[in-house]
């Protein structure tokens, strides 16, 4: 069975500092994995994905993801935050053991950026 | 405009009378799927669809229905509502690579009350 954790509900940073939003997953195969962002009274928006290659992913609005295998962690990170980054973020997996398609998301993060 | 269009946006009903929530996409897109988000639990997935006339039960597929008589439309249909399936609902759609999902393109929700 495939999952995905993302162990912090709310994540706090300082604009300007870099930001980490965290995820773990579980899976029996290769995890294809993914980023996708909320904003307040909208539909989710991808921001990037990892399915083979390169470990580090980069992605829409500056966001990058590293792939680690051995920590089975895809973490999303930003360099430099900003006030306008803040949103709900979630991980999500798909196994590719699994014989359907379906897309496991983790429980969300939310980000809050500080002026 | 590339789009997953969901309507109603808001929704208030009461138990037990039936009700269908349209979502269309006009991407062309082979897969689509139906997500509840609850507080806490994150997206789960309801129903999907790898094409016209294929459908697969997602992780709470109980008290719902859905059909997939043409490409562009997927509709949700609650035979009969209860209280407990109360929720912020989204219809996705994604290009398939093989049987691979590509990139979930998320309509902007509807916001489900069962009274």
Redesign the interface.
Known sequence: AQSVA?PEDQVNVAEGNPLTVKCTYSVSGNP?L?W?VQYP??????LL?Y?TGDNLVKGSYGFEAEFNKSQTSFHLKKPSALVSDSALY?C?V?DSNNA?????????TRLMVKP | EAQ?TQNPRYLITVTGKKLTVTCSQNMNHE?M?W?RQDP??????IY?S?NVEVT?K??VPEGYKVSRKEKRNFPLILESPSPNQTSLY?C?SSP?SG???????????TQLSVL
């Open positions: 993302q294809y993914f996708y009274n909208r539909g989710l928006q991808f994905k399915i979630f999500a798909r359907g398609n379906m897309l496991t998301f983790g429980g969300g | 997953v897969y799927s997500y806490g639990l994150g997206l789960r997935q999907y790898m697969d997602g992780d989204f996705a398939l049987r691979r999902i590509e990139k979930l393109f998320f309509g902007s929700g």
